[in-house]
């Protein structure tokens, strides 16, 4: 389905597609997206010919893996749990954790290369 289609062909194509084409990509599609998105910057990282580079790279995509688990565990535990701000607590040292992880790999990000 193109965006510059017509609304009358975009209606035509959805009809022909399958409930999965048309379905939003599933939380194990995403996680497994994300992950190979992560081993793949991993990889890129490796074949740097400078090791400074190269281990820069691996340590960001470390922290990308410790920061993409730390927040599927908040959004598991936010969903189980928090009902009302009484559980809150309890998940700001992780969300805390999380924040950490982020701001490292931001300042690996901008080391200049």
């Known amino acids: 389905m193109n965006v510059l289609d017509t609304p009358e062909e975009q209606l035509h194509e959805s009809k022909n597609m399958t409930h999965s084409e048309l379905a939003a990509p599933s939380a194990a599609d995403i996680t497994a997206k994300r992950l190979a998105t992560i081993e793949s910057l991993m990889r890129q990282s490796l074949d740097e010919p400078?090791?400074?580079t190269a281990n820069l790279g691996a340590t960001n995509s470390d922290l990308f893996e410790m920061a993409f688990y730390v927040k599927q565990s908040i959004s598991a535990s936010m969903a189980q749990t928090l009902t009302?701000?009484?559980a809150l607590p309890n998940l700001l040292p992780a969300m805390?954790?999380?924040l950490k992880l982020t701001r490292q790999s931001e300042r690996i990000a901008?080391?200049?290369k």
Do not use: A
Request: hydrophobic content about 35%; proline content about 17%.
């Open 96 to 98: 805390e954790m999380y």
């Open 110 to 112: 901008k080391i200049p």
């Open 84 to 86: 009302s701000l009484e």
């Open 50 to 52: 400078d090791p400074l």
